[in-house]
């Protein structure tokens, strides 16, 4: 039977079809190519995608916000099993444009959920945001912590997914798993991503801007690993068994963080790069930003127990592999005036 994947056209969508073919799946793809980074970027993680699926590739374009639209890209397929992946990406975008993410972030999830109890999935796997955590000072993030104070739009609509999945557990039994991501970066990865921009710039001879002046922390998580969580996620369906799962629901609805679960100062980063660039960078010292928060940090040991998750790759890997793969292909996609980066 086949996966849905949404948003396969974007970075985590694009990693995780590849996995699932590369072992033999059928993969059922659905995104909207929207413009929010240059789509020849998009276009081009399809064409690795139909390069590895070998004709178990379908590719439907469709907005997820749109229930009509939804629907006619998936009749007449079958299916047992989504990883919900599209959304409105960016921190700071959100400023500017908040209709898009309660489009696509909002109405998008719930007309996915509708997709789920009407063609009674196996297992719905969807992509939360470590951002749902705010500006919390303790650290690590647990599941346990208080969620209800984000800091940006792009938080709330995340964390209304997470309720809407809560309810739809409730009441038609769905089985379903929330992921909350913890920066992800990696080869074909976002424009718009303070990894891209520094690289792009650093390699240009640009100066990069540097927020909060460089007092930052982010729990960098390499998409390989990114990957292996979510896999492990849609392999394993929560029970339908009344006890308490991860993220403290009874129904067969859970949450995890999928971090490195080891937060890097921001200046580490930028040291990072340049020793896989070859090249100092120039600072551009700035305040903080509206919506970015100081440090992120995953505690994942619900993820190591249950599932048995286990990140290995250190920035010292990752950003090299990114930074190799930039200068191979990423530079082709760069564009003049990229969008407001997100958080690092």
């Known amino acids: 039977m086949s996966i849905i994947v949404t948003g396969i056209a974007g970075f985590i969508g694009m990693h995780t079809a590849a ?42 374009r469709a907005d997820i916000g749109d229930q009509s639209a939804l629907a006619a890209a998936l009749a007449g397929t079958e299916f047992d099993r989504i990883v919900h992946l599209a959304a409105q990406a960016g921190v700071r975008y959100s400023l500017d ?12 999830h719930l007309n996915i959920l509708e997709i789920a109890r009407q063609h009674k999935v196996r297992h719905l796997v969807y992509a939360s945001s470590s951002s749902v955590y705010g500006a919390n000072k303790i650290m690590p993030f647990r599941l346990e912590d208080r969620v209800d104070h984000p800091v940006s739009l792009y938080a709330a609509t995340k ?26 970066y990696g080869p074909w990865g976002r424009p718009d991503m303070a990894l891209w921009k520094f690289t792009a710039n650093i390699l240009a001879g640009k100066p990069i801007d540097v927020y909060n002046h460089g007092d930052m922390q982010r729990d960098f998580t390499y ?11 849609l392999a394993k369906p929560p029970a339908d068994d009344g006890l308490e799962k991860a993220g403290g629901f009874t129904t067969p609805h859970r949450l995890y963080n999928i971090g490195n679960n080891r937060p890097e100062p921001l200046m580490e ?5 340049e020793i896989a660039c070859e090249r100092k960078a120039e600072l551009n010292m700035l305040p903080m930003q ?14 190591q127990r249950d599932l048995g998750y286990a ?32 958080q690092p």
């Open 19 to 60: 996995r699932l073919l590369a072992r033999g799946e059928t993969v059922i793809g659905v995104d909207d190519f929207n413009d929010y980074y240059p789509v020849a970027l998009k276009e081009s993680r399809i064409a690795e995608l139909e390069r590895i699926g070998a004709g178990r590739l379908i590719v439907r």
């Open 97 to 108: 444009n908040p209709a898009a993410y309660v489009r696509s972030n909002m109405a998008g």
């Open 159 to 184: 964390r209304a997914d997470e309720l809407m999945s809560e309810t739809y557990a409730h009441l038609f039994r769905i089985p379903q798993t929330g992921l909350r991501f913890f920066t992800v």
């Open 223 to 233: 998409i390989d690993d990114i990957v292996a969580g979510v896999l492990a996620s």
């Open 269 to 273: 980063l930028i040291r990072t790069i």
């Open 290 to 303: 509206d919506g970015d928060v100081h440090a992120t940090y995953a505690d994942i040991g619900a993820i």
């Open 311 to 342: 990140p290995t790759t250190p920035i010292s890997v990752g950003i090299p592999a990114f930074v190799s793969w930039y200068r191979e292909a990423g530079q082709l996609h760069d564009e003049p005036s990229p969008r407001d980066a997100t």
